[in-house]
């Protein structure tokens, strides 16, 4: 019988956003560390599948720096920005993502869209338009309602269904792990499912949390 052939990931050109996890919001957003636990997860689970990430942070001299508990999870970030639009879609990281009609490879083919996951802050306001700006140009935009809020929470399902109407995937942080993969016999399998397995309580502690407002 012949060898079957080596897996692929079922998301071919991921990359995780983190937007604006800063530390003077920590007492003004609803469920702040609970966001928090989700995005260590997601960052750790990047390290394992050597995702790019981005980060931003708002007005950074103002509203400080991005939370100690991710610190040294972004440190390789390919893009580490401040900003004062709310759209992480700024010059620092457009470039990275390009409109996918109008965009070509050097060998003169089109670029495939990015498979783009965000997590952070706020719901309605900077993680809205940054999936907005990010399907305007063509990509697959996934929102992890496990790792983002807001300082209100009723603003939380509004801009959800917001999010869906625009095409964009509203989903949580292990659907969208076991989607990225998408076949157990990729060579980081088993260590994702130790992660999510060693991660299980601080998930269920996430969604029990979150999920009562965004349904």
Not at 129 to 141: E, N, P
């Amino acid at each position: 019988m012949a060898d079957k052939p080596t897996p692929s990931r079922r998301l071919q050109n991921p990359a995780i956003f983190v937007c604006d996890l800063q530390e003077k919001f920590r007492n003004a957003i609803w469920q702040f560390d609970k966001i928090v636990l989700t995005s260590q997860k997601v960052l750790r689970a990047a390290k394992i599948l050597n995702l790019p990430l981005y980060v931003t942070t708002q007005n950074g001299s103002k509203l400080g720096p991005i939370v100690p508990e991710i610190q040294e999870l972004v440190g390789d970030a390919v893009v580490t920005a401040d900003k004062t639009r709310f759209s992480m879609m700024i010059p620092e990281i457009e470039p990275h993502f390009p409109h996918v009609l109008s965009s070509t490879s050097v060998a003169g083919t089109q670029k495939p869209p990015r498979e783009v996951v965000i997590v952070g802050i706020e719901s309605h306001i900077c993680i809205t338009q940054t999936a907005m700006d990010l399907r305007a140009r063509g990509h697959k935009v996934y929102v992890l309602a496990d790792a983002v809020s807001s300082c209100n929470p009723q603003e939380i399902p509004l801009a959800f269904d917001r999010l869906r109407a625009e095409g964009v995937t509203v989903t949580t942080s292990e659907s969208w792990l076991y989607e990225l993969m998408g076949d157990a016999r990729i060579a980081e399998f088993r260590d994702i499912a130790k992660l999510v397995k060693e991660t299980g309580q601080d998930t269920k502690t996430a969604l029990g949390a979150l999920m009562s407002s965004k349904i």
